[in-house]
């Protein structure tokens, strides 16, 4: 396995898991802002110079959401199969589509059940894939049978 794609799986592993599924923020009475991230072993609870409290997971709550971040996992192993160069832009493009499917349905339902406030995915694995694809891109490879006719004399 090539070592930028070990690097560039383990980097985005490990931001697809600890960073929050979604963000949602609105303002309370006397306009102060409350924010809220949903994360896998904990959900951060911010009201702006109020207070902060952060919840951990119980085991039952732990599992339920690791269903929700197991779509993740599907573009970091589609990451590291294109690093390999064994998939295809347009294959990686549709597992990080699938990665936050579960956070988009979550916005949606949100919305439409009346949230007062702004509640959005926050894909910041997705980020730091894209930064490691254009710091260093994977290899080109070159496939024997493209220049097969030239060589015949064909």
């Known amino acids: 396995m090539n070592k930028h794609a070990v690097v560039t799986g383990m980097a985005t592993l490990i931001s697809a898991i600890m960073s929050p599924l979604w963000v ?20 951060i609870d911010y009201i702006a110079f109020s207070e ?11 599992v339920g959401q690791f269903t929700l971040w197991s779509f993740r996992l599907v573009f970091v192993y589609q990451l590291i199969r294109f690093y390999e ?4 832009t347009g ?8 990665g936050e499917t579960p956070a988009i349905l979550y916005v949606t339902y949100s919305m439409m059940m ?22 260093r891109p994977p290899l080109e490879i070159a496939t024997p049978w493209v220049n097969v006719s030239d060589a015949s004399g064909s």
């Open 24 to 43: 949602s923020y609105y303002f309370e009475d006397y306009g102060k802002l409350r924010l809220f991230l949903e994360c896998l072993f904990c959900q």
């Open 52 to 62: 902060c409290r952060v919840r951990g997971f119980v085991f039952w709550g732990l």
């Open 85 to 88: 160069g064994k998939t295809s």
């Open 91 to 98: 294959l990686l493009f549709l597992a990080g589509m699938v």
């Open 114 to 135: 009346g949230f007062v406030g702004h509640i959005f995915p926050l894909p910041l694995h997705l980020l730091v894939a894209w930064v490691f694809l254009k710091v």
